[in-house]
Antibody, heavy 119, light 108 residues
């Protein structure tokens, strides 16, 4: 069971970036997915959620209107399109799966990909 | 949104010590409380879900308890590999799924 995130990097304020997260070893299409970020030395913030079918999506207020989450269940891939990036978006971005059981916990997690917004 | 408050923020302890970390929710969350361990440079890993169920492969020295608004994570005898940061997370609110700010367990 594994999630592998990629796509992070250095981007100028106002720029865009697209993150990807590929799942393997489990039935990707049966799971809700989420992106969780962690600013340097800080705690964890859920950025967005997407249902198993992709029909239901929720965004944190901090990214609403700027970030777009999507998924391709055939390719077992989760995406996060990030636009109008700000310095405060600098963080490690983790993808994670969850179901309605097991306390609605997040498991597994991807290894994370670092996004740095700076000029 | 539900607020999750962990205490203490930092804990200094010795090998073999019994330690208890606390997580408090701003409103009742039943048993929708999960604990994660994070080591530097790594993703968090699920330790305990539904307040008290040990994730597969997690050593039995870890245990969780509580219900409603007060929860605990106990390590019965600290081992070298347990020095890390621990986060609680509520699974009650379908919108936010808030994390606590974390407790860092350091070597005394």
């Amino acid at each position: 069971v594994q999630l592998v995130a990629s796509g992070g990097g250095l981007v100028n304020p106002g720029g865009s970036l697209r993150l990807s997260c590929v799942g393997s070893g489990f039935s990707f299409s049966d799971y809700y997915m989420t992106w969780i970020r962690q600013a340097p030395g800080k705690g964890l913030e859920c950025v967005c959620y997407i249902s198993d079918s992709g029909s239901a999506i929720i965004y944190a207020d901090s990214v609403k209107g700027r970030f777009t989450v999507s998924r391709d269940n055939v390719k077992k891939t989760l995406f996060l399109e990030m636009n109008s990036l700000r310095a405060e978006d600098t963080a490690v971005y983790y993808c994670a799966s969850y179901t309605d059981s097991r306390g609605r916990s997040f498991d597994p997690w991807g290894q994370g990909t670092l996004v740095t917004v700076s000029s | 949104d539900i607020q999750m408050t962990q205490s203490p923020s930092f804990l200094s302890a010795s090998l073999g010590d019994r330690v208890t970390l606390t997580c408090r929710a701003s409103q009742g969350i039943s048993n929708y409380l999960n604990w994660y361990q994070q080591k530097p440079g790594k993703a968090p890993q699920l330790l305990i879900y539904a307040a008290s169920t040990l994730e597969s492969g997690v050593p039995s020295r870890f245990s969780g308890g509580g219900y409603g608004t007060q929860f605990t994570l106990t390590i019965s005898s600290l081992q070298a590999e347990d020095f890390a940061t621990y986060f609680c997370q509520e699974g009650y609110n379908p919108v936010s799924r808030t994390f606590g700010q974390g407790t860092t367990v350091e070597i005394k």
